[in-house]
């Protein structure tokens, strides 16, 4: 995997430096507050999503779960702690077609 869409909290921290120490190249990131979000498309360059769910809108959990799955792409969910995170993203067991290339695996 090399793209990862984070949805919610307002800060990262150092979070993104650690992911791509896992190897993820390209990290975007969106705080899910604005209830316009919801209207958005996720990116067709995701392969992975990660949502923060300490700081989110819940409309917009829902709409994007259900995105996700209609563009085949897993998502993980976590609180924005990097212990929590690590095992969230170990821890995907979503069947998807980018199975075979997922380190966590």
């Not at 316009?36 to 709409?63: A, G, R, Y």
């Not at 994007?64 to 702690?81: D, G, H, T």
């Not at 170990?90 to 695996?105: A, D, I, L, T, V």
Request: charged share 25%; with cysteine.
């Amino acid at each position: 995997m090399s793209s990862l869409l984070i949805v919610g909290a307002d800060r990262l921290g150092s979070i993104p430096q650690k992911l791509e120490g896992l190897g993820f190249k390209q990290i975007t990131h969106v705080d899910g507050r604005k209830a316009q979000m919801v209207k958005k498309e996720i990116p067709s360059h995701i392969d992975l999503i990660l949502v923060l769910t300490d700081f989110i809108n819940h409309n917009l959990t829902s709409v994007l779960k259900k995105k996700a799955a209609e563009q085949n792409i897993p998502i993980c969910y976590a609180k924005r702690s990097w212990c929590s995170i690590y095992q969230s993203i170990g821890r995907c067991n979503y069947e998807c077609n980018k199975e075979s290339q997922c380190p966590f695996k």
